[in-house]
């Protein structure tokens, strides 16, 4: 099955400031990298995601960068706010892995 | 109009006992699965069903068994709890293999 690696573990910025995640995969044959985050409490959401076919993907304050050569996709959220602060996986292709994923706090 | 649906919200139950969690998904898709989540919120797979068909059996205790009646149903039985089943169960389901996930509400499953 796929490996992925998700950095960091957690991550704390202040709010407005921008916060990135990086997810490495091993398997080159992935075409489909999802972002997911999970309130306290809720259940996991996708918030973006983005095929193989395109390098980069935005809405609104949130976007994902796909760097095919290196095997790695980064969510991207700018100007933070406090009800950014989630935990938020970026499971592999087939079988999803969602693993640890990062706990971003804001901080207002 | 709940897309993917989970019975019971909360479970407490005593060591040894035998319990059930129901789940349905009205989005119709293929594929659904079996996920659990550690106090660490370590989001684990379990198992994956497509067309009530075992596509994805995880190393998970054969105390854990899944049932898919129908493709729009995936129900979770375990046998013989134990105190490290404590965890939050999810159910979620896809319109295929990698595609977006949607989960339902979580089982909170709290085993003394």
């Known amino acids: 099955g796929e490996n992925v690696e998700q950095h960091p573990s957690t991550l704390s910025v202040q709010e407005g400031d921008s916060a990135v995640i990086k997810c490495t995969y091993s398997d080159s044959a992935s075409n489909y990298f999802p972002w997911y985050k999970q309130e306290l409490g809720k259940r996991p959401q996708l918030i973006i995601d983005i095929r193989s076919n395109v390098g980069e993907k935005k809405d609104q304050r949130i976007a994902v960068t796909l760097n095919k050569t290196a095997k790695h996709f980064s969510l991207h959220i700018t100007e933070t706010q406090p009800e950014d602060s989630a935990v938020y996986f970026c499971?592999?292709?087939?079988?999803?892995?969602f693993g640890k994923g990062t706990r971003l706090s804001v901080i207002a | 109009d709940t897309a993917v649906s989970q019975t019971p919200k909360y479970l407490v139950t005593q060591m040894g006992n035998d319990k059930s969690i129901k789940c349905e998904q009205n989005?119709?898709?293929?594929?659904m699965y079996w996920y659990k989540q550690d106090s660490k919120k370590f989001l684990k797979i379990m198992f994956s069903y497509n067309n009530k068909e075992l596509i994805i059996n995880e190393t998970v205790p054969n105390r854990f068994s899944p049932k898919s009646p129908d493709k729009a149903h995936l129900n979770l039985h375990i046998n013989s709890l134990e105190l490290g089943d404590s965890a939050v169960y999810f159910c979620?389901?896809?319109?295929?293999?990698?595609?977006?996930?949607?989960f339902g509400p979580g089982t909170r499953l709290l085993v003394l």
């Open positions: 989005l119709g898709h293929d594929t």
């Open positions: 979620a389901s896809s319109k295929q293999g990698a595609e977006t996930q949607y």
């Open positions: 499971p592999g292709n087939t079988p999803l892995v």
